[in-house]
C-alpha cells in the first residue's frame, strides 16, 4: 500500500523523483511511491492517504476514497479543485513560505546591484574599461513592501539588517507585523507611503485589490530616482505606465522577476531600457525547494494524525 504519492509535476526544473528520496529519507515509515505516468498516477491515488504536487484532477479526488491530504507544492492554491477536494473531504494545505528565503535574497540582490550601480560597473567591465563612478547605499532609505506574507516578512527582515525604514502594506494592518510601520490599501494611505518609498517592492497575491494597483498614479507619486521591484504577479503593475514612467524618468528603475504579459514577448521595449531589469520570473527557485516542502508535508501529516516516523 502507498502512503504518500508524489504527482509527475515538476517544478524550476526540479525532478519530482528527488522530491520523492527527500520524502523517504524525512518520513521513514510512511511508503511514499512516485508516480511516472497518468496511469501510474490514477492507480497509486486510488491507495495513497496523502498526495503532493501542484495539480491534481478533480474527477480522481471524487473517486480516490482513500485520500485524505492534498499537499499543493504551490503557495496558491486558487487554481486547483478546491471545491471537489472539499466535497471528498480532503484537506488542502500550501507551500507557504517556501519560497520567503531565496525571494527575499533576490529582492536584495535587484536592489544592491541598483544602489551600488553594479550593472554599470558589469557594463564597464566588459568594455575593460576602467572608468571610476559613484554608487549609494542602503542605510537611511526607505521602502514599501505590499504584501506581508512570509515572503514579505523576509523581504522586511534583510532590509532591516541595512538599516532601512519599512512600511508593510496587508489587508489587516491591525494584525501589524515586522516592518516599522504597517498600513492597508486604503488609496490616501498607500500613495502617502509611496511618496517617500526609495524602493517599492511587491510581493502579493493578485487579487481585485491588487490587479494594476501600481499605474500612472504610483509612479507619479514616487520619488523620481525610486526603484520598483515586482516579485508578486505582472499585473498587478499596469505594463504600458511602468514603460512611460521609466522611458520619462518618473522613477529611477524597474526589477520584474515578473511581467504582463509573461513570457515578455522578445520585441517588447522593457527589453531595452537601460533602467529596467527583467528576470524570467526564476525567484522561486531555491536547491532548497524539496526539502521545505517535504517539512510542511512532514507538519501537515502530523495535523492529521498521520504517523510517519518524522
Request: net charge negative; proline share 5%.
Amino acid at each position: 500500500m502507498t502512503d504518500v504519492v508524489v504527482l509527475r509535476q515538476k517544478i524550476h526544473g526540479m525532478d519530482p523523483a528527488d522530491y520523492a528520496a527527500t520524502l523517504r529519507e524525512r518520513l521513514p515509515e510512511a511508503e511514499v511511491a512516485l508516480a511516472r505516468t497518468p496511469s501510474e498516477e490514477r492507480e497509486l491515488l486510488m491507495e495513497a492517504s496523502v498526495a503532493t504536487g501542484f495539480q491534481i484532477d478533480p474527477e480522481v479526488v471524487a473517486a480516490a476514497d482513500s485520500l485524505d491530504l492534498f499537499v499543493c507544492t504551490f503557495a496558491g492554491t486558487d487554481h486547483l479543485p478546491l471545491d471537489a477536494l472539499e466535497d471528498a473531504g480532503v484537506t488542502v494545505a500550501n507551500a507557504s513560505g517556501v519560497h520567503g528565503p531565496n525571494i527575499a535574497e533576490q529582492v536584495l540582490g535587484y536592489v544592491l546591484a541598483d544602489v551600488r550601480n553594479l550593472r554599470r560597473g558589469w557594463r564597464q567591465h566588459e568594455r575593460g574599461e576602467w572608468n571610476h563612478y559613484q554608487g549609494g547605499e542602503l542605510r537611511g532609505s526607505t521602502a514599501t513592501v505590499v504584501g506581508m506574507g512570509p515572503i514579505g516578512e523576509e523581504i522586511v527582515d534583510r532590509f532591516d539588517a541595512f538599516g532601512v525604514e519599512t512600511i508593510g502594506v496587508r489587508y489587516t494592518p491591525e494584525k501589524g507585523g515586522n516592518a516599522d510601520d504597517v498600513i492597508g490599501f486604503e488609496e490616501t494611505a498607500l500613495l502617502d507611503a509611496f511618496a517617500k518609498s526609495d524602493y517599492l517592492v511587491l510581493a502579493c497575491p493578485l487579487t481585485e485589490t491588487t490587479a494594476g494597483l501600481v499605474g500612472e498614479e504610483a509612479f507619479l507619486t514616487l520619488p523620481t530616482d525610486a526603484m520598483l521591484v515586482n516579485v508578486a504577479r505582472g499585473p498587478v503593475v499596469n505594463t504600458d505606465a511602468l514603460v512611460a514612467a521609466l522611458r520619462g524618468n518618473d522613477i529611477g528603475s524597474a526589477a520584474l522577476d515578473v511581467t504582463d504579459p509573461e513570457p515578455l514577448p522578445h520585441d517588447h521595449p522593457l527589453w531595452t531600457l537601460e533602467n529596467a531589469l527583467v528576470t524570467p520570473h526564476n525567484a522561486g527557485h531555491t536547491p532548497e525547494y524539496w526539502n521545505r516542502c517535504a517539512d510542511i508535508l512532514g507538519d501537515a501529516a502530523d495535523e492529521a494524525g498521520l504517523d510517519y516516523g518524522q
